[in-house]
């Protein structure tokens, strides 16, 4: 009843438009919040697949209405606490954090790799940092005792209870923030390596052993034929220095591939004319996606059969994946075994999610 009360007389010091902008932004905030753990969380990312770039759409708005909300209330003549306004630095260096590593996961393209490989880790921390910063903002308005504070005030005993508590909160919250990490960096479908997030659609990771790889390569084409892996190698190598970008906004600069020309294998397969698409098909006997030929050219799109150096591990795709650098992760398939020349385009597996089917990084 007293915090009841409490709130009341609050309340009644603040002006009606202000108590309106508070609970919004309050509400924003935790729609932003929700729609953002959508969007990374694994578990959500598996079960809301069709929904995710209309997810992606609502954060990003989201966001944008919060941000102007927030600027407009501290630009405010009624801003009801003037004196205060040091107490509203931390949220608005995190929003502007927010706001800034935003805009480069909307349009890496736009950036520079450097500022766009780190922008989800940063956004993903200031994120949860500002869940903090609202929890401690709330236990202070609320009237409840924050650990220290005036702590050298108090006796010793009550002073190394509150240590006490503080470092216990301490622990919890960063047992908490472990978990959401784990949480947000992979499951088993999304596990963690190095800086990439690997995803498998099936939940599995076809193991091919490179003396028993075949590539399948056929359709509209005047000359059919299967590559092993050292055929393949051999047929046209090229090194190339690209970065790769997920749809869900991470990126990993910097990375060097080996593998073969895709330009050079269809000069050698005589395409027909009528053959307009090359459809990719998995070795995990679900995942497949497509490019035109006229894609196929702007995007740079290759066969990686090494990566760093190093023969392309199982986790990659390995033995053989595709890469596309001008477009999203998800068209770059994994685990290729056969390649087939069409006249129509396929529904790709995500695409029947809802994912485009030219996926160009914006």
């Not at 800034?100 to 450097?114: E, F, Q």
């Not at 919250?173 to 947000?184: E, K, M, R």
């Not at 800086?195 to 490179?210: A, C, E, L, M, R």
């Not at 740079?300 to 392309?312: I, N, P, Q």
Request: aromatic share 10%.
């Amino acid at each position: 009843m007293a915090v009841a009360a409490w709130i009341q007389r609050q309340r009644r010091r603040w002006n009606k438009p202000w108590r309106q902008a508070h609970l919004a932004a309050i509400l924003l905030t935790l729609a932003a919040l929700a729609t953002g753990v959508a969007i990374t969380w694994s578990f959500t990312h598996a079960h809301l697949i069709g929904q995710l770039m209309a997810i992606r759409v609502w954060h990003s708005a989201l966001g944008l209405i919060l941000a102007g909300l927030v600027a407009g209330a501290a630009a405010s003549a009624a801003f009801p606490y003037r004196r205060n306004l040091l107490d509203w630095l931390p949220v608005a260096t995190l929003l502007i954090v927010l706001g800034l590593s935003g805009v480069v996961l909307l349009y890496p393209a736009a950036m520079p790799v450097w500022l766009a490989a780190p922008a989800l880790p940063v956004h993903l921390v200031a994120s949860w940092v500002l869940v903090g910063w609202v929890v401690f903002h709330a236990a202070r308005k609320l009237g409840w005792r924050i650990p220290f504070e005036g702590a050298a005030k108090a006796e010793r005993r009550a002073f190394l209870a509150a240590g006490a508590r503080t470092l216990l909160g301490a622990a919890l919250a960063a047992a908490l923030g472990s978990w959401l990490w784990q949480s947000l960096a992979g499951s088993s479908q999304a596990a963690a390596a190095g800086n990439w997030q690997i995803y498998s659609i099936t939940g599995t990771f076809p193991n091919v052993p490179i003396p028993a790889y075949r590539l399948a390569v056929g359709g509209l084409v005047g000359a059919p034929r299967t590559y092993t892996f050292h055929e393949l190698v051999a047929l046209a190598p090229i090194q190339r220095l690209e970065p790769f970008h997920c749809v869900t906004g991470w990126v990993v600069s910097g990375v060097r591939w080996q593998g073969v020309s895709l330009e050079r294998l269809l000069a050698d397969l005589r395409p027909l004319p009528a053959a307009r698409y090359l459809v990719f098909l998995s070795a995990d006997g679900t995942y497949v996606d497509s490019l035109s030929i006229k894609e196929l050219r702007a995007s740079r799109a290759f066969l990686a059969t090494a990566m760093d150096g190093e023969l392309l591990p199982v986790v990659h795709g390995g033995p053989v994946r595709l890469v596309v650098p001008a477009m999203y992760g998800y068209k770059s398939v994994k685990w290729v075994k056969a390649i087939r020349l069409a006249a129509t385009r396929p529904l790709g597996t995500w695409e029947s999610y809802g994912y485009p089917e030219e996926a160009w990084i914006t």
